[in-house]
């Protein structure tokens, strides 16, 4: 019986057989010249291709960051613009005061606010004295609103102004 190791065994086609320091041949783990491969300059230029396409998506994350907290401020100063008119569309013209003011939270929501801490915007308004038509002409039923818009951490500020028509109370 033989044993498993003296089987002859048939040469794989993909191993090349060298000679080793005692003339007995040695596997070689070299594939033939016919096997596909990439070369050196291959995988460098492929490995530059991609270094180059990540470094022009991370510079591209401080641009959609800056847009992102835009698209949020923007978002909350409607809000806060909304939740004012609301307000004073709830109060008759003729008993609107002249000025006022409204606080709001960090979430620009409105909120009865006693303490400074708490409060992260303030809207104040002041009402015109008389509404002018783009024909020149008074307008008897709508007055006209200012509202300056402030963020009382980095006091920067943005004004509007709103047209509320006479709600007949």
Do not use: W
């Amino acid at each position: 019986m033989k044993v498993f190791s003296e089987l002859p065994q048939a040469p794989s086609p993909f191993v090349r057989s060298r000679i080793g320091p005692h003339g007995a041949s040695l596997p070689s783990a070299a594939a033939p010249r016919g096997t596909p491969a990439f070369s050196l300059v291959e995988v460098a230029l492929a490995m530059g291709l991609l270094s180059f396409c990540v470094i022009t998506l991370m510079g591209l994350i401080p641009v959609a960051l800056q847009a992102s907290r835009e698209s949020m401020n923007k978002n909350m100063e409607i809000r806060m613009r909304q939740a004012v008119q609301a307000q004073l569309l709830a109060m008759p013209t003729s008993g609107l005061s002249t000025t006022g003011n409204y606080s709001f939270d960090p979430d620009g929501f409105l909120r009865d606010i006693t303490s400074t801490n708490e409060q992260r915007y303030l809207v104040e308004f002041a009402t015109a004295n008389q509404t002018v038509l783009p024909s020149g002409n008074p307008a008897k039923r709508l007055t006209t609103v200012t509202l300056i818009m402030s963020n009382v951490i980095t006091h920067e500020k943005k004004t509007n102004h709103l047209h509320l028509p006479d709600n007949g109370f």
